[in-house]
């Protein structure tokens, strides 16, 4: 049982680093682009910086939400068949 337990929780750390992955890639990437763009324009406006991030992270969240949910779905289902008994 312990080994079970153990199992899962390495197994949802991993899923949580791996869904987010996606998201904060696309934060990260914009948000130096912008931060470049904004250094080298000398415009300090912060809502320049924040406005693509929010959408890069909408579009990286809409593009990869398929894949996110299909993950999700297939570790919640080995955690309710390891809860009830059964084999994933």
Known sequence: MTATVLHLGREALVLALLLS???LAAALLVGLVTGVLQAASQLQEHALGAVPRIAAVTAALVVAGPWI???????AAEV???ASGGVP
């Open 80 to 82: 309710l068949a390891l």
């Open 21 to 23: 992955a996606p998201p």
């Open 69 to 75: 949910g299909g993950r999700l779905a297939r570790f």
